[in-house]
């Protein structure tokens, strides 16, 4: 299975890739899907980032 292995640091740049692709303004959840897009994560990826109503961008530390 392919895990979702990315640190905190190398998100910078997708999320604010994202935030600018999506006008500026998104829901996380809107953010979160354009990363995975920027990405190009797996469905394993995804499902790995998604553990239950918490994503794993919220327990990067």
């Known amino acids: 299975m392919k895990e979702f292995n990315y ?3 190398e998100l910078f ?3 604010i890739q994202a935030i ?3 006008g500026g303004s998104a829901s996380v959840n809107e ?3 354009e990363i995975s897009k920027i990405l190009n994560l797996s469905e394993e990826e995804i499902n ?3 553990r ?3 994503s794993k961008l ?3 530390d």
């Open 7 to 9: 640190k905190y640091d």
């Open 58 to 60: 919220t327990y990067i």
């Open 52 to 54: 239950g109503s918490t």
């Open 31 to 33: 953010i979160e899907e």
């Open 20 to 22: 600018h692709n999506l």
């Open 13 to 15: 740049n997708p999320t």
């Open 48 to 50: 790995d980032f998604h």
